[in-house]
């Protein structure tokens, strides 16, 4: 039988409850990247098994904007992903793409998988929530991790806020009708039990029981589908804390960097409460996050966020993008590494700049002292620089 199958309005389970949502079509969208969109069939059973009701689904995710994807777009950065769709970095290195590893799950089921481009920022995403809002009557945010609850500085290990935080603050500008679906709070190794206990609480979160039936389910399809292509760390981790019977996990996790085939890596220890992981939370989209800042690309969202408000380890990083007409890299180490391997790191990268792999870099000015003879240095957005080769 087809894992979705009892989503069907005629053969939901017969249970009743006090107002569960019916619509005609609803959409599931992933917040993060990653295997954010695979947790769409989560948020999906989960509901499902709440009592809610629709005839159909379709599920998204958001696509980087730091890689090529070959998914074909429809308009207001809107594409769909099939089954044979990859990306790749902007040199041509492949990277594995879960998002064509759900397409091929849903492709037997009549399920349309979207990818939402990020490279227009917050507004490019408004636009595309109302273009989609025209289709579809309920739109569900899908976040497993907690990352989208991010506080401030005072969360010192978030791994990568700036996916979740696009999407939350254009969702919010978009006005259009919705929820956000949260579960495995804690298990990407990026916000604390306490720090979540206290957002869920500040946003009158509803918490409602995972059933093991749900659970089970969700399992199955990740070691058949996702598991081979793209492991990930949240949906194990989620699956662990779900089923352990310590009332606390201790995970070491790890940041990562990249550049080129070089690979570096920070770790530091986590936390995670398994009773918060028991549940899964429905929220009201309108969360303050300080940086779902309204944004017309990556660069503006890094502006606003790493230099008006303070660095952090984000998926900006390190990253290549398209800025101004010009192939750039973010020459800005994660924090969670220690000076002596930011400036190794910086190094790496200025070397790829004097081999002309890109064509200029964007650094902080205290990252940039003593650069002065070898590059030429342009102060631009005030209080972040430009580098390039003098040639």
Request: one cysteine or more; a negative charge; glycine letters at 6%.
């Amino acid at each position: 039988m087809c894992p979705l199958s009892y989503f069907l309005l005629d053969i939901l389970p017969a249970v009743c409850y006090s107002s569960p949502m019916r619509v005609n079509k609803i959409l599931f969208v992933g917040t993060g990247g990653g295997n954010d969109i695979f947790s769409t069939w989560l948020a999906g059973m989960a509901l499902a098994d709440l009592g809610w009701q629709w005839k159909e689904f379709a599920v998204a995710g958001v696509l980087s904007p730091f890689h090529d994807h070959s998914s074909k777009e429809h308009g207001c950065g809107i594409s769909t992903t099939e089954p044979q769709d990859t990306r790749s970095m902007f040199d041509g290195t492949p990277i594995k793409f879960v998002d064509a590893a759900v397409a091929a799950m849903c492709a037997d089921m009549g399920t349309q998988v979207y990818g939402l481009s990020l490279a227009r920022g917050t507004v490019g995403l408004v636009e595309a929530f109302k273009c989609l809002a025209k289709e579809y009557d309920y739109i569900v945010l899908v976040d497993v991790g907690g990352d989208i609850f991010y506080r401030g500085a005072q969360d010192q290990h978030i791994l990568s806020p700036m996916f979740d935080a696009m999407v939350l603050r254009a969702f919010i500008d978009s006005g259009v009708p919705g929820t956000l679906f949260e579960a495995g709070p804690g298990t990407d190794g990026e916000m604390e039990p306490d720090a979540l206990q206290e957002a869920l609480e500040r946003c009158d979160a509803r918490k409602y029981r995972l059933t093991a039936s749900v659970i089970e389910e969700w399992q199955s399809l990740y070691r058949q589908w996702i598991e081979p292509v793209r492991p990930g760390r949240t949906v194990p981790m989620t699956l662990e804390a779900y089923e352990s019977y310590r009332m606390f996990l201790k995970k070491e996790y790890r940041c990562r960097a990249h550049i080129g085939q070089y690979r570096a890596y920070t770790t530091f220890q986590q936390t995670i409460s398994t009773l918060l992981c028991q549940n899964f939370y429905l929220v009201e989209p309108a969360l303050w996050n300080p940086f779902a800042v309204a944004c017309d690309d990556p660069m503006d969202w890094f502006y606003k966020t790493q230099v008006q408000q303070h660095r952090t380890s984000n998926e900006a990083n390190l990253e290549y993008a398209h800025v101004w007409g010009e192939l750039a890299q973010f020459v800005t180490p994660s924090p969670m590494f220690s000076a002596d391997e930011q400036k190794d790191l910086i190094r790496r990268c200025l070397a790829n700049l004097e081999q002309h792999q890109y064509d200029c870099a964007y650094m902080f000015p205290e990252d940039c002292v003593g650069l002065e003879q070898r590059f030429a240095v342009d102060k631009i957005l005030s209080g972040l620089l430009c580098v390039r080769n003098k040639t």
